[in-house]
């Protein structure tokens, strides 16, 4: 069993910043994948960013430069700063986690109930 809360979202100025944490708790896991993605009302959920399994960072070519996705293993959470926000950042965010319970499967996705960001001018 394994759960996922965010917090950190607010109401933040257009150009400030935020930073989003993402803590999991449960029984011991193995971590395949870090991801944030967020869903702004009338739109897609889309990817943020990501670790992968092979531990590279990729990113939406939206926040590019501005967002950066970081996390602490040994506590199982994981960050998104946010910086330089725009009025288009608004949105719910999500952290997904994909986690590997058994070498038979492929990674089970486990997400965050969300925590919403909005941007203002």
């Known amino acids: 069993q394994v759960q996922l809360v965010e917090s950190g979202g607010g109401l933040v100025q257009a150009g400030g910043s935020l930073r989003l944490s993402c803590e999991a708790s449960g029984s011991a896991f193995n971590i395949n994948a870090r991801r944030w993605y967020r869903q702004a009302p009338g739109k897609q959920r889309e990817l943020v960013a990501a670790?992968?399994?092979?531990?590279?960072?990729i990113y939406a070519d939206s926040v590019k430069g501005r967002f950066s996705i970081f996390g602490d293993n040994a506590a199982n959470t994981l960050y998104l700063q946010m910086n330089s926000t725009k009025l288009e950042d608004t949105a719910v965010y999500y952290c997904?986690?994909?986690?590997?319970?058994?070498?038979?499967?492929?990674?089970?996705?486990?997400w965050g109930r969300g925590t919403q960001v909005t941007v203002s001018s």
């Open positions: 670790i992968t399994s092979g531990g590279s960072i």
């Open positions: 997904n986690l994909a986690i590997i319970h058994s070498s038979d499967y492929g990674p089970v996705n486990y």
